[in-house]
């Protein structure tokens, strides 16, 4: 979230406690949304764990999250790799097509 002049405060519940955070108005919707999603990730370790308290709960939600946005950014990585990868391949047989081709008409 950014903090800009026009950051008005706004309550989020998360866990069932109320937190107060300034947001600019553009943003609200993401940090309800956000303040959604960890709630319910918060709650998911909680109901399927044997972690005791808000704290350790909030961590293992933030390693979670964070694991998978790793996981996530290295998929991506990965695809763009296999992609220029195949564009490199795809423009050298297309060279090797044409160039075959000038020598065909001299």
Same mark, same amino acid.
């Given at each position: 979230m950014s903090q800009g002049t026009d950051a008005k405060p706004i309550t989020v519940k998360i866990l069932d406690k109320d937190y107060r955070i300034s947001c600019p108005e553009e943003e609200r919707d993401g940090l309800i949304? #956000?303040? !959604?999603?960890? #709630?319910?990730?918060?709650? !998911? $370790?909680?109901? *399927? #764990?044997? $972690?005791?308290?808000?704290?350790?709960?909030?961590?293992?939600?933030?390693? *979670?999250?964070a694991h998978e946005l790793l996981e996530k950014q290295n998929r991506k990585q990965d695809y763009y790799q296999n992609i220029s990868t195949r564009i490199r391949s795809l423009q050298e047989k297309i060279e090797l097509a044409l160039n075959k081709g000038n020598q065909l008409e001299l």
């Open positions: 949304a #956000s303040a !959604e999603y960890l #709630s319910a990730r918060m709650r !998911e $370790i909680r109901d *399927n #764990s044997k $972690i005791i308290g808000t704290d350790r709960i909030a961590v293992m939600a933030a390693l *979670n999250l």
